[in-house]
């Protein structure tokens, strides 16, 4: 590599020279060489990111899945479906992981409609608070593919990245496949990719704790090829990608409760809706365990104060989800294993004191693009990735709390698939009353493109088309709406007419807009995240875990 950017440096030399000059810059000529290949060298992972990030990309993508996915329902004929959890583990099986191997990464899996996000990013912060090396897996990513991949709450490096993506790669390429008509293709999906990386990574890395987000439903997600998981939960449940899931509560909390595995502890938090709890129950009774339901966050003795109350279900539920699986993972081995409040009810689990390493875990979790705030000269953007009619109501709820009264209100939004959009702006229209509200595409900007973001060139016009559709179906004669074609435009507008009256933006509807528009706000966020020094665990006392488990909680 540095003998190629050498001679790119003759090149330039030869131009030089034969342009005339050579008395003016053949003396610095070599000091130029030297710094020319220092910065390119320097540049190199850069390079072989964008290369990985070009083969992932060409893998089938997450919009083909959904769209088999929404064949098969309508025809009924679920041969894909069916068969996604067995094509997965036939994937870890050419790169030599077995059972045994995933059974070491002692996971903890997380599904449910609304939180699991949330949800999982809470108890990892928690677990490595308690000083135990954590992996974490997520979807969708904002900006980059490899947010999806997490070691010890940072997004994974990309040498790292790079190193492990082409490493698998190169075994799918040589491996043998001794019946190519009844097996599955050499390279997975984009999706699959990644999940079987996630594990692969998590293994080699030899991390102590594996938190894994269902990407969708659960049953037959590709994460669930775990077969011995140490904890499950179920955040809250909706209605989201009906058209895969079904229309219907109880088929939506049927396939997430696919993920509850024989003597394994689910824990669910109490439902929003009421008729999913008996399908979890029986989906749990059926696998030999019982569904826990965690208590609100208030009946804890110490609750921590959260910036938002729209985190406090997933709050309780992450703190009862490190707990059992501490317990678990000591083997019952400490102290007493009893919560110093027990609970009358065997199908709930009771409040405790939190110890200091939990509320540590909980007030220094950072889950980007939720509850996420950027501060500017004139403007604030208040961004969430709330994307459900529950979540939308927590997230006004959120921004009438968060921004000041006396600022201009904006509303950026736009909303992927089946999701009504027009549904989504009244609910909003309940809690605030915007002065103005834009519709924009999940497209940062016309002029430059971040890889692990493109969309398809159909797909994109698609979703302008669409955002200018709704700004002229916009029948509210009171608040005056306007459409954009990008990201970057619709901020260049809202901060030029910012600067005689400041405002406050609110930015939702969909994780792939926020994404959109930390491309534009920030777009340094990921190297920022991955510069910070590792946290000193030091000074948390000795005898927590012990406290944890004994009656003096």
Known sequence: YQRRVRGNM?????????????CFLKPVLPAVTTIYCA??????????YEAAIEKLMSLPSVTSVLKTAEKESQTGNYSVRNSNVAV????LNRLGITTEDMDKLRVIHVAGTKGKGSTCALTESIL???????????SPHLMEARERIRLNGKVIPRDLFCHYFNEIWSRFQKCHIADPDNSPP?????????????YYVFIKEKVDVAVVEVGLGGRYDCTNVIEHPTVTAITHLGYDHCSVLGYTIEEIASEKAGIIKPGVPVLTVNQHY??????????????????LQVPPLSHYPNPPVLDSETWSDNVSLSLQIAKKWLHLYNQGKLNGLQNGVTSTDPCKVAPFKIPEPFLRGITRCKWPGRNHVIAREHVTYHMDGAHTPVSIKLCAKWFKHSALSNRRKVLIVNTTRDRNLPDFVKIIRQDITPDLIIFCPNIASSNYIVKDCEWPEDIKQAMIKKAHQNRTEWDCSDIPALSFSSVEEAINHVEGSSVQQESDVLITGSLHLIGACLQVLQ???????????DEDYSTISENWEENLFSNRC
Do not use: Q, W
């Open 88 to 91: 997965t583990r036939t994937y």
């Open 128 to 138: 490595r608070h308690c000083g135990y090396s954590t992996g974490f897996t997520s």
């Open 39 to 48: 910065r390119m060298m320097s540049a190199e992972p850069s390079f072989k």
């Open 186 to 198: 050499r390279f997975p999906s984009f999706l699959k990719y990644i999940v079987v990386m996630s």
């Open 274 to 291: 009421s008729k999913s709890l008996p399908v979890l129950e029986e989906e749990a009774a059926h696998n030999n365990t019982a569904i």
């Open 523 to 533: 777009p340094n966020f990921l190297d920022e995240e991955i510069g910070k020094e």
């Open 10 to 22: 003759l090149g330039v030399r030869k131009f030089l020279l034969g342009r005339r000059i050579e």
